[in-house]
């Protein structure tokens, strides 16, 4: 097979790296790829969300699957365009239509599916720059912290949690009268605050049946004791301690199959990943928000533990036949330590000269955020590599990843030293 995935992060890379074992694999392209995904296929110079270049490519390639990374190009519509395009009809793409992606694409849209299908969420209204004086008394009928959420697509930023209420009340303004995240926040989501500790659980779903992969733990913050600014994510931890089988069984009765149900009585043919960001509150889950797409960090952990044929599971995605695919998942922990750019996720500088990738000493170094210049490879993003290991206990696999990355050099390097350190001797 030949296979195109669409995107330049370090999920990309761990999508490339997992299906670059593939015996079913014939060539690998991945657009625009980074300095990491060139070791396992090649890049094209193609951004994932110019449709025609991709066009061109799938049909110049014989590219016969499609996986797409990120969600801009999901909620934009690449998998409809296939489908509207006589030349690419027949090619499967890997994510969901436009339709599907609302779950990302439109907080409002995500919140109404979950009330409509019983899935357990926060209490919730949505209001927009007509509607902001509504908004401000409804702030006043809740407990702090206050959450609000830009529906549309803020790149991660688009969410902010205060306590208090005058702050609140200000922000929700400049959100919606003010433009705070442009048209994402042309619409607001106001819910309530659900306590309890965090983890994110992934589905894989031919819109039929499905396959619940492996939970993982994030850290979003930059400062070490999760303080500090919101980032796209400071490391992960695979699987979580406090998400034992009895508590995914919950999530699957009371959150996975409700979804896959609701999505098939609204008609909607989902084919891809949902991302369920949940909330563990004594063992009872809620659900958070939905993605349309893998996680990033989480799919450096989630993906390395999955000991099946990534592109075999694909396959059954794209013919609707994932249940009799083999899918196992190795017992072992991995964490994955995310290496960032000075003044990230503020103001950072590129370019920076890389050292010390060639002795990983067992651990898989994804590449985030890198390009090559000649045969060097230099930082072009915030989040420059995730450094994944494996373990028997979550202490042993983060020290593994801590000292491959002590190896890796560039100017202002900065990484967490905390990562997984809460759930080492999780008691619950």
């Excluded at 433009?179 to 989501?189: D, M, N, Q």
């Excluded at 070490?224 to 992960?236: C, V």
């Excluded at 989902?270 to 659900?287: A, C, K, Q, T």
């Amino acid at each position: 097979m030949n296979v195109l995935i669409l995107g330049s992060g370090g999920r990309e890379h761990a999508f490339a790296w997992k299906i670059a074992q593939s015996k079913q694999l014939e060539n690998l392209y991945i657009a625009p790829g980074n300095a990491g995904t060139a070791q396992c296929g090649t890049n094209v110079n193609i951004s994932a969300t110019d449709f025609d270049a991709i066009k061109n490519l799938v049909w110049e390639k014989g590219i016969d699957m499609v996986l797409v990374g990120p969600e801009d190009p999901l909620v934009k519509g690449i998998h409809d365009y296939f489908l509207d395009d006589e030349v690419l009809k027949d090619i499967p793409v890997i994510g969901p239509k436009k339709d599907g992606a609302q779950l990302e694409g439109s907080k409002d849209f995500s919140k109404q599916f979950m009330i409509k299908h019983g899935v357990p969420t926060a209490r919730y209204q949505s209001f927009t720059g007509k509607t902001v004086n509504d908004g401000k008394k409804f702030l006043e009928t809740l407990q702090p912290p206050f959450v609000l959420k830009a529906s549309g697509l803020a790149a991660g930023k688009g969410v902010l949690i205060i306590d208090d209420l005058k702050e609140a009340q200000t922000e929700l303004e400049n959100m919606l009268l003010n433009s705070k995240f442009g048209e994402a926040s042309e619409t607001v989501v106001i819910e309530e605050f659900l306590k309890g500790i965090e983890l994110s659980v992934f589905v894989l779903t031919d819109g039929k049946s499905y396959k619940i992969l492996p939970a993982a733990k994030d850290y979003k913050r930059i400062g070490e004791g999760d303080t500090g600014l919101n980032t796209g994510g400071m490391g992960a931890v695979s699987p979580v301690p406090f998400a034992d089988e009895a508590f995914i069984k919950k999530v699957e009765e009371k959150i996975v199959k409700p979804t896959i149900a609701g999505l098939r009585k609204e008609n909607i043919d989902y084919r891809g990943f949902i991302f369920i960001g949940l909330m563990n509150d004594n063992g009872e889950p809620s659900v958070i928000e939905y993605n349309c797409r893998m996680g990033d960090p989480e799919t450096e952990v989630v993906i390395p533990r999955i000991s099946s044929d990534l592109l075999d599971l694909l396959q059954g995605v794209a013919t609707q036949t994932l249940d009799t695919k083999k899918f196992e998942v190795t017992p072992e922990t991995a964490t994955t330590v995310v290496m960032v750019s000075g003044g990230y996720p503020e103001d950072y500088e590129k370019g920076k000269l890389v050292s010390g990738l060639e002795d990983h000493n067992g651990s898989h170094v994804f590449h985030s955020g890198t390009k090559f210049d000649g045969d060097k490879v230099l930082t072009s993003g915030g989040r420059v590599f995730a450094v994944t290991s494996f373990g028997n206990s979550i202490s042993e696999a983060v020290g593994k990843s801590f000292k491959c990355a002590e190896k890796i050099s560039y100017d202002k390097k900065y990484y967490r030293k905390d990562i997984g350190k809460d759930l080492i001797n999780w008691k619950g």
